[in-house]
């Protein structure tokens, strides 16, 4: 795991610990690093919410996450991803913070991508919501697992008569998959490439909204809140 990843999911934990005192925050992964959920979960005493750190409903939470909780108490949020007013209020702020408003006429939206077409839709829909607020073309990208490339959507971009092409990051860390497609979008002329969306205050407002929405389900529990991610 590319430890710029964990020590972001880290500090995201506690932006959102911050922001909810009084809730029990702890931190799980999926894969590559530790703890994992399940080793998570077996050290509480009370029930759990478990918010997902994805952006996609893909293999991990589709597959890994659901075997990681299986025969535990737990409710399960739903991913972070979609056009959601905090999840594109972070967007638009790290692209603002990497190339001012108005400089770009073209904005790739850079994914990690995944091979299940369904997850991919919230991609696009995110990609549209851009689109529409911002008022110009996006084309989505990802770094494996489906196309176009970084750099096939500058081009797609190119062809569309924009001349300045910005990268929004879908992502929620750097990592091995952000270089990948950030790159070759940069290689491709690309302008500026916005952060990944980061330990960011609308980042955690949305993980605490999809707290609240799974807590319902678990009735006198007590507030603790287990975040994974891939």
Wanted: proline content about 6%.
């Amino acid at each position: 795991r590319d430890p710029r990843a964990n020590a972001t999911t880290r500090a995201l934990a506690r932006v959102v610990a911050a922001a909810r005192p009084g809730l029990d925050v702890r931190v799980s992964f999926l894969e590559l690093a530790q703890p994992s959920p399940a080793t998570v979960l077996t050290a509480l005493d009370e029930r759990a919410v478990v918010v997902p750190l994805l952006l996609t409903n893909a293999y991990h939470g589709r597959i890994d996450l659901p075997a990681q909780v299986a025969g535990f108490d737990v409710a399960v949020a739903p991913p972070l991803g979609g056009p959601s007013d905090h999840l594109l209020a972070g967007l638009r702020k790290r692209l603002d913070a990497a190339i001012g408003r108005g400089a770009y006429d073209g904005l790739v939206l850079a994914a990690a991508g995944t091979r299940m077409a369904e997850a991919r839709v919230v991609v696009d829909q995110t990609g549209d919501a851009l689109s529409a607020a911002l008022g110009v073309p996006v084309e989505v990208a990802y770094a494996a697992g489906a196309t176009p490339s970084g750099g096939e959507a500058v081009a797609a971009l190119r062809a569309r008569g924009a001349r300045r092409v910005a990268v929004a990051s879908y992502f929620l860390a750097c990592g091995r998959l952000f270089d990948l497609v950030t790159d070759s979008a940069v290689r491709a002329g690309a302008v500026a490439v916005a952060e990944p969306l980061g330990a960011s205050w609308d980042l955690a407002r949305l993980i605490l909204e999809r707290y609240e929405w799974a807590s319902t389900s678990l009735p006198n529990t007590s507030p603790v809140a287990s975040f994974s991610n891939a």
